[in-house]
T-cell receptor
Framework: RKEVEQDPGPFNVPEGATVAFNCTYS??????FFWYRQDCRKEPKLLMS???SGNEDGRFTAQLNRASQYISLLIRDSKLSDSATYLC????????????FGAGTRLFVKA | NAGVTQTPKFQVLKTGQSMTLQCAQD?????MYWYRQDPGMGLRLIYY???????DKGEVPNGYNVSRLNKREFSLRLESAAPSQTSVYFC???????????????FGPGTRLTVL
C-alpha cells in the first residue's frame, strides 16, 4: 500500500464547476500536510498548507482529518488555468525529514 | 531571491558519458533533495542532504552520486549515463526546523536529460 494515495483521475470538468480531490495517508508519523500544483513539464509548486482546522485561500479550501488520515482539496468556480496535476504531500516526523509525495490527480477544466 | 536554480535546463548524453547537474538555493535552507520524474509518473527521491555535510540515499540512488558542496549547493553526478536515466530531474530545498506551515519543499525548474 502506498503511503500517500490519491485518485489518479483525470478529472474533466467544465469551467465554473466545483471539484474535490481526496488523499489518504497511512504513516502515523505524518506531521504536516500540503497541496502542490504541477503544470505540464514544470516543477511542482506549493499551493497551500493544510491545517486541522481547515483553511481557505480564495477559491481553494483544504481540509485535514487526522483521525481518518484523510486530506481534501476543494476548488470552487474552476478556471481554465486550474488545469494541472494536484499533488498531496505529507512531511513525516521522523529522522531524515522525509517527505512523501502522492502520485497526483490530473485536472482538466474545459470551456 | 532566485529561489532554487538548476543548470543545465536541457542535456543530451550518449550512453556511458558522465555529467553533473548543478543545483543552488539562496533561501538559506538546510535540506536539499534530488528527484527524478519520468513521463506520467510521480516524483522519486534519488538522494537528499538533511544538512550541510550529510547525504543519504533515497529510493532510487543506483547510478548516481551527490555532493553537498556547501549550504547553498547540491550537485548530482551521473558517472556512466544509461538510457534508463532519461528523465526530468528536479532539485528541491526545505528550511527544516522553521515554521511548520512553510517548512516544506521548494523546487527548481528542472533539468530535462535524454540519454541516447
Amino acid at each position: 500500500r502506498k503511503e500517500v494515495e490519491q485518485d489518479p483521475g483525470p478529472f474533466n470538468v467544465p469551467e465554473g464547476a466545483t471539484v474535490a480531490f481526496n488523499c489518504t495517508y497511512s504513516n502515523s508519523a505524518s506531521q504536516s500536510f500540503f497541496w502542490y500544483r504541477q503544470d505540464c513539464r514544470k516543477e511542482p509548486k506549493l499551493l497551500m498548507s493544510v491545517y486541522s482546522s481547515g483553511n481557505e485561500d480564495g477559491r481553494f479550501t483544504a481540509q485535514l482529518n487526522r483521525a481518518s488520515q484523510y486530506i481534501s482539496l476543494l476548488i470552487r468556480d474552476s478556471k481554465l488555468s486550474d488545469s494541472a496535476t494536484y499533488l498531496c504531500v505529507v512531511n513525516l516526523n521522523t529522522g531524515g525529514f522525509k517527505t512523501i509525495f502522492g502520485a497526483g490527480t490530473r485536472l482538466f477544466v474545459k470551456a | 531571491n532566485a529561489g532554487v536554480t538548476q543548470t543545465p535546463k536541457f542535456q543530451v548524453l550518449k550512453t556511458g558519458q558522465s555529467m553533473t547537474l548543478q543545483c543552488a538555493q539562496d533561501m538559506n535552507h538546510n535540506s536539499m533533495y534530488w528527484y527524478r520524474q519520468d513521463p506520467g509518473m510521480g516524483l522519486r527521491l534519488i538522494y537528499y542532504s538533511a544538512s550541510e555535510g550529510t547525504t543519504d540515499k533515497g529510493e532510487v540512488p543506483n547510478g548516481y552520486n551527490v555532493s553537498r558542496l556547501n549550504k547553498r549547493e547540491f550537485s548530482l553526478r551521473l558517472e556512466s549515463a544509461a538510457p534508463s536515466q532519461t528523465s526530468v530531474y528536479f532539485c528541491a530545498s526545505r528550511p527544516l526546523g522553521g515554521q511548520g506551515r512553510t517548512d516544506t519543499q521548494y523546487f527548481g525548474p528542472g533539468t530535462r536529460l535524454t540519454v541516447l
